[in-house]
């Protein structure tokens, strides 16, 4: 699986790149800004774009606008976006559109390099990886009806769903039954009056759209 990296900080690079090439992607090509990015996708057409939120010349949205160029000109590519800080409002510009194939992490995840690589082959796969530092604030920010309709359990849930998490994997995560997970995930569309849907993406989608991450 081809990825390119775009990121300005060369040491942070090489790290992406040894990360990326241990999780069995091959790195295609490599660019420190915005130009390079784009020119890189147009002559590898990689199945992964890692890109830093903020790069030359302004070291403002450059990443995030490129992001969305990339998905302008190549529907479909999936592309994570790396940012130092939880920036809202960027997740928010590019989740809007179509939440498959979509990702936004914190460069701390790099650490963990088991759970990054996991939450890029995620996205590379077609589903959604957002930072649970992310998912947090978003909560908290619409902690308001009909949120607080719902239990503490099921807001649990909720934000695990919004991570990109599986059934399994939120049952992993909270020690309960899948047939648990199941039922709280119904207990929620119902009282966010939103439909039930199957598909990864199609769940954190719902989500998103309750969060008003698409109108942030």
């Known amino acids: 699986m081809r990825a390119v990296?775009?990121?300005?900080?060369?040491?942070?690079?090489?790290?992406?790149?040894?990360?990326?090439?241990?999780?069995?992607?091959q790195v295609a090509a490599e660019a420190g800004d915005a130009e390079g990015?784009?020119?890189?996708?147009?002559?590898?057409?990689p199945e992964l774009a890692l890109i830093d939120v903020r790069m030359p010349p302004g070291f403002t949205d450059e990443g995030v606008r490129a992001a969305m160029e990339i998905r302008r000109r190549w529907p479909g590519t999936p592309v994570v976006l790396l940012s130092q800080y939880v920036e809202e409002r960027?997740?928010?510009?590019?989740?809007?559109?179509?939440?498959?194939?979509?990702g936004y992490l914190l460069k701390q995840r790099?650490?963990?390099?088991?759970?990054?690589?996991?939450a890029v082959r995620r996205v590379a796969d077609g589903g959604t990886a957002l930072d649970p530092q992310v998912v947090a604030q978003l909560l908290l920010r619409r902690d308001s009806d009909?949120?607080?309709?719902?239990?503490?359990r099921e807001r649990e849930v909720l934000g695990l769903m919004a991570e990109g998490r599986s059934n399994a994997g939120i049952a992993q995560a909270l020690?309960?039954?899948?047939?648990?997970?199941?039922?709280?995930?119904n207990n929620i569309f119902a009282k966010l009056d939103l439909?039930?849907?199957?598909?990864?993406?199609?769940r954190v989608l719902a989500v998103l759209r309750f969060l008003g991450a698409s109108g942030a």
């Open 110 to 118: 790099v650490a963990d390099v088991a759970d990054f690589v996991a």
């Open 90 to 102: 960027y997740a928010a510009d590019l989740l809007s559109a179509n939440t498959s194939g979509v």
């Open 5 to 25: 990296i775009a990121e300005d900080s060369v040491l942070l690079r090489v790290g992406l790149i040894k990360v990326l090439e241990m999780g069995g992607f």
């Open 146 to 152: 009909p949120l607080s309709r719902l239990t503490h």
């Open 175 to 185: 020690v309960v039954s899948e047939s648990a997970v199941a039922k709280h995930i």
């Open 37 to 45: 990015l784009l020119a890189a996708v147009a002559e590898h057409r």
């Open 195 to 202: 439909p039930v849907v199957d598909a990864d993406h199609r």
